[in-house]
Structures are given as structure tokens and as C-alpha cells.
Nanobody, 129 residues
């Protein structure tokens, strides 16, 4: 599955952005999707995930209440709505598709990047103070 991440940009603290992850194949709808981010000089960090049918959603603590992940299987798209952005949200954001179809999963499962098979190219989000 090829993934295309888009929607990044340069914004000020408190602003919003909406990232989109679009897949090339219809089977995308059978797999969970996660968003990760990597800030300069830091490791890759889990941000949010949604399982294949949307009934299991997880967030890392630092974004819960500000970010919302959603999926539209009819459009092969998973979105990440990011509100009240902070300078510490600055990073390259990546989406990824789970290795195994029809997984409900738990937070430890979806936050482990080893459980993802395909990764998008990343989109830069920069938040100025």
C-alpha cells in the first residue's frame, strides 16, 4: 500500500491544521492506521491511531483533547485534525498502515511502530510561538 501524507505547514501557536493520509489501494479499509511524528534530534513518537473500522482510537497523552483522528474508508483517507497547536508539536508527521488486517488492538499494540508495514513520506508541521 502506498501512502501519501499531506496538509502540513507553518502556523502559529493556537492555530489548527488538518493532515490527510491517502492510500492507493481499496484494501486500506481493512487495516488500522497510525500517525507518528519525529522532531529534529528526537526519535519517532506515536501520536494517534484508528483501527480498521474506527471503533478503537488511541492518542498519546500530549495530544489528547487537541488532536482528532478519523477515517473515511470510502475515500481511502485517514485524517488528523490538530487544534490548539503548540511549538512542541513541531515535527515531521508520518502515517503508516498496520501489518495485519482486521485488528482491534490496544494502545501498546498501535503505539509500537513495529506493527506497521507501510509508511508515507511525511509532512512537515512547524508551529511558531
Amino acid at each position: 500500500v502506498q501512502l501519501q501524507a499531506s496538509g502540513g505547514g507553518l502556523v502559529q501557536a493556537g492555530d489548527s491544521l488538518r493532515l490527510a493520509c491517502t492510500a492507493s489501494e481499496r484494501t486500506f479499509s481493512n487495516y488500522g492506521v497510525g500517525w507518528f511524528r519525529q522532531a529534529p534530534g528526537k526519535g519517532r513518537e506515536f501520536v494517534a491511531s484508528v483501527n480498521w473500522n474506527g471503533n478503537r482510537i488511541y492518542y498519546t497523552d500530549s495530544v489528547r483533547g487537541r488532536f482528532t483522528i478519523s477515517r473515511d474508508n470510502g475515500k481511502n483517507t485517514v485524517s488528523l485534525q490538530m487544534n490548539n497547536l503548540k511549538p512542541e508539536d513541531t515535527a515531521v508527521y508520518y502515517c503508516a498502515v498496520g501489518r495485519t488486517s482486521y485488528v482491534s488492538g490496544t494502545f501498546p499494540y498501535w503505539s509500537d511502530d513495529n506493527n506497521y508495514a507501510s509508511w508515507g513520506q511525511g509532512t512537515q508541521v512547524t508551529v511558531s510561538s
